[in-house]
Structure formats: structure tokens, C-alpha cells
């Protein structure tokens, strides 16, 4: 659970990531509701073959966040964003290399 309107342990929200030709996309859907779905963009991917890069994320509790923050990993290097309690925040960079 990330604490996002209305994520609970019974309705859990729901996260998927894309790597959109080099782009990184995420999407939230609080609570599993669609309705109320948040998309961030995560940034561009440089390098070789861009598109082909894996893209993962997972959640863990980080300094400074009001809920589990949101790690994406992106070829052994890491992005976090910090979670306000309504969302996630992109660090001050969101570019990634290779």
C-alpha cells in the first residue's frame, strides 16, 4: 500500500511501467480505480537501443517521503521519487543514461 486515496490493504492500488520507445511511463491506478488513474512520465531513456532497456519499480520506505517511495530501476541505476501522500514527486532529474 502506498496511501493514496483510498489504497487499502483490502483495494490496493495498481502500478504499471512502460518503456515507451525510450520513454518511461507509469501509471497508477489508486485504489484499482480507473477513474482516478495517474500517469507520471519517468523521463527518456538514453543510450543503445533505448527502447529495449528494462523498466521495474518497487516501493520502499525512504527519508523525507509521507509513504513508501517509488524506486525505478532503469540498467543498474536507480530513480527515487518521494510520495507526498497524494503522489509521487520526480526527483530534480529524470533523465537516464546508460
Keep these: 500500500m502506498v496511501g493514496h486515496d483510498g489504497d487499502s490493504a483490502a483495494q490496493p492500488s ?7 520507445r525510450g520513454s518511461i511511463v507509469i501509471i497508477e491506478l489508486p485504489a484499482g480505480n ?12 538514453t543510450g543503445q ?4 532497456t528494462p523498466v521495474t519499480i518497487s516501493f520502499q520506505d525512504e527519508p523525507g517521503s ?3 517511495a517509488m524506486i525505478i530501476h532503469i540498467s543498474g541505476s536507480e530513480m527515487i ?3 507526498n501522500g497524494t503522489k509521487f ?3 530534480a532529474s529524470s533523465n ?3
Design 81 to 83: 521519487w518521494l510520495n
Design 14 to 20: 495498481h502500478f504499471t511501467v512502460e518503456n515507451l
Design 34 to 45: 480507473i477513474s482516478q488513474a495517474i500517469i507520471y512520465g519517468a523521463g527518456q531513456i
Design 66 to 68: 509521507k509513504g513508501p
Design 49 to 52: 537501443e533505448p527502447d529495449l
Design 89 to 91: 514527486v520526480a526527483p
Design 96 to 98: 537516464t543514461g546508460e
